[in-house]
Every structure is written in structure tokens, then in C-alpha cells.
T-cell receptor, first 115, second 110 residues
Framework: AQSVTQPDIHITVSEGASLELRCNYSYGATPYLFWYVQSPGQGLQLLLKYFSGDTLVQGIKGFEAEFKRSQSSFNLRKPSVHWSDAAEYFC?????????????FGTGTRLTIIP | NAGVTQTPKFRVLKTGQSMTLLCAQDMNHEYMYWYRQDPGMGLRLIHYSVGEGTTAKGEVPDGYNVSRLKKQNFLLGLESAAPSQTSVYFC?????????FGEGSRLTVL
């Protein structure tokens, strides 16, 4: 069974500082990996995804993530955070086989930005 | 520009009452999903559908039923609500793995 672990429940960083959110997955085959962001009272929005190819993927809002197969990780990074990045972030692993296209989400990391 | 629309956005029920949440998408997606979100537990898949007329169980299907009579609509029903079903419910549709979410429906069962 596929699973996702986000070990950090809550992270606080200063505005302008760098950010790394951790994600570890368990999956029996080549994983499809995603990061989503959820602002308060909103649904989730896709930040970036990894299907294959280059292990460093770029997303929206200046985020990037690196797929490391040897570590079963897909950590999210941003070099300089903005106050508007305060939100909850979810890592997900997916199965895109036809008829079985569904994602398993981690429990999320809440990001707080301090001035 | 609607995307995925959920109704209602808020609802309070008494234990034992029934209700239906409606999800509508205008992107012609085949796949649709119902998730519930609870503090510290992330999103858990309740039921999903890979096309009109088909549904399948997800991770936490007990106490819920779904129907996909039209491609654009995915209904989630609670036949006899329980306090454990207090949650925020999200509907989503997907295309090549990318999920598009509605804004959520907050349900409280007293």
C-alpha cells in the first residue's frame, strides 16, 4: 500500500529565509509525487508534480522539489519565503494506472511566516 | 471559470439525519473523488469514480454512499449521520493525476 509521511507538523520561518518541507513516501513502483498547498478556508492547489525524468522539478510560486529515489523522499524547497506562503502543505503519492487513478496524502505541514 | 463547485458549504445535522453533498465540475473530467479532512489526519479518500455510472470505495467508505449519474456530478450521501462524520469534505476531479479541488463543505453532526 502506498503511504506518505510528513514528519513536521508545524514549521515557523522568518520572511526571506529559505524553506524545506520534508516528505517521505512508500510505494511499490515508480511513484507519481505531488505537492499541494491549502490556504485557510480553501481547497488544495497543485504546486508541482513529478512523474519521470529530471528529478528536480519546478512549480508555481517559486517552489521546487527534488525526487530522491534512494531516500524515498520528495522534499519541497523555496529559497526565500514570502508572508503569503503561510499555508498548509500536503505531499501526495499517486497511482495513475487507468481505472485506479487516486492519491494518498500526507498529514500536512503547517507553515507560519514571521516578519 | 467555475471548476469544481460544492454545495452546501456549511451544514449542521443532528445524529441520525441524512443529507447529500453535491459536487459539480465543468472540466469534462472522467475522475472524481470525495475526501474528508480532519485535523492531524490529512485528506482521506472516501469514494471515487472513474467515469459516469461507476463508483469505488476509498480508504474510509463506511457510512457514506455515492452516485455518479451524470459525468459532471458526484454526490456524497450520509444515510444516518454520526458525530464521527463531523469533518470538512472536499470534492475533486482529476486530469492526468492533477486534482482540482472544490472549496470544501463543512459538516457538523451534533
Amino acid at each position: 500500500a502506498q503511504s506518505v509521511t510528513q514528519p513536521d507538523i508545524h514549521i515557523t520561518v522568518s520572511e526571506g529565509a529559505s524553506l524545506e518541507l520534508r516528505c517521505n513516501y512508500s510505494y511499490g513502483a515508480t511513484p507519481y509525487l505531488f505537492w499541494y498547498v491549502q490556504s485557510p478556508g480553501q481547497g488544495l492547489q497543485l504546486l508541482l508534480k513529478y512523474f519521470s525524468g529530471d528529478t528536480l522539478v519546478q512549480g508555481i510560486k517559486g517552489f521546487e522539489a527534488e525526487f530522491k529515489r534512494s531516500q524515498s523522499s520528495f522534499n519541497l524547497r523555496k529559497p526565500s519565503v514570502h508572508w503569503s506562503d503561510a499555508a498548509e502543505y500536503f505531499c501526495a503519492v499517486g497511482n495513475l494506472n487507468f481505472g485506479n487513478e487516486k492519491l494518498t496524502f500526507g498529514t500536512g505541514t503547517r507553515l507560519t511566516i514571521i516578519p | 471559470n467555475a471548476g469544481v463547485t460544492q454545495t452546501p458549504k456549511f451544514r449542521v445535522l443532528k445524529t441520525g439525519q441524512s443529507m447529500t453533498l453535491l459536487c459539480a465540475q465543468d472540466m469534462n473530467h472522467e475522475y472524481m473523488y470525495w475526501y474528508r479532512q480532519d485535523p492531524g489526519m490529512g485528506l482521506r479518500l472516501i469514494h471515487y469514480s472513474v467515469g459516469e455510472g461507476t463508483t469505488a470505495k476509498g480508504e474510509v467508505p463506511d457510512g457514506y454512499n455515492v452516485s455518479r449519474l451524470k459525468k459532471q456530478n458526484f454526490l456524497l450521501g450520509l444515510e444516518s449521520a454520526a458525530p464521527s462524520q463531523t469533518s470538512v469534505y472536499f470534492c475533486a476531479s482529476s486530469h492526468v493525476g492533477e486534482l482540482f479541488f472544490g472549496e470544501g463543505s463543512r459538516l457538523t453532526v451534533l
